[in-house]
Structure formats: C-alpha cells, structure tokens
Nanobody
Framework: QVQLVESGGGLVQAGGSLRLSCAAS????????MGWFRQTPGKEREFVAA????????HYGDPVKGRFTISRDNAKNTGYLQMNSLKPEDTAVYYC???????????????????WGQGTQVTVSS
C-alpha cells in the first residue's frame, strides 16, 4: 500500500515562499501521477497541481499558475511543490496525492486519486 507523507508546511508572510515535500513509500512505482490539493474549512478540496511520472505533462490550477512549481524526483520517491509569492488566500491544508493509472491527460478531480497524505498546514499572514 502506497503511503504519502507531506512536510514543509508552516507560517509565512505574504510574498514569501515555502517548499512542500511529499515522501512516498510502499509500491511507489505505481505512482504514475503525483499532485497536490488544498482545502480550507467549509470548502471542497481544490486542485493545485499535478505531474506525471516522466515530468513531461504538468497541470496547475488557475489560482497558482505562475507562482507555484511542481516537480518530482522518482529516484527519491519524492514530490515537491515550490510555492512563491504566497498570498493569504493560499492559506489551507495541503494534501499530497497519487494515482497509479496511466492517463492521457493530467487528472484534476479529487476522486481520480487513490492515495492521499495526511496533509500539512500552510498559513500565509498579511
């Protein structure tokens, strides 16, 4: 069973940067796609970004385009989310996700991912 563990969350001022990491274990070769979602209280989980295994196909949610960068190191079984120019509205719990299926397009719906981490809190102060 694949397990995903996030790290790197914390408190940062608006305009600052954070780098989230997602360590995968247990059958990581099955992770064709890795990605990130975020959620704030009372709202649905929001797609942030995702990347397929080769790194050749990446997709970002509109609110983070141009500010966030997703990457993965398959040799280390780790995914990353570099977050720059952070805004207070980026405050949320960020979840690392994984999916084993081969797809022709990057999945952006929460229901398309089988594996979820426990989440890491990111708080951006104004």
């Amino acid at each position: 069973q694949v397990q995903l563990v996030e790290s790197g969350g914390g408190l940062v001022q608006a305009g600052g940067s954070l780098r989230l990491s997602c360590a995968a274990s247990g059958g990581t070769s099955r992770l064709y796609t890795m990605g990130w979602f975020r959620q704030t209280p009372g709202k649905e989980r929001e797609f942030v970004a995702a990347i397929i295994r080769s790194g050749g196909n990446i997709h970002y949610g509109d609110p983070v385009k141009g500010r966030f960068t997703i990457s993965r190191d398959n040799a280390k079984n780790t995914g990353y989310l570099q977050m720059n120019s952070l805004k207070p509205e980026d405050t949320a719990v960020y979840y690392c996700v994984g999916d084993w299926r081969f797809r022709t397009t990057v999945p952006i719906k929460a229901g398309e991912y089988d594996y979820w981490g426990q989440g890491t809190q990111v708080t951006v102060s104004s």
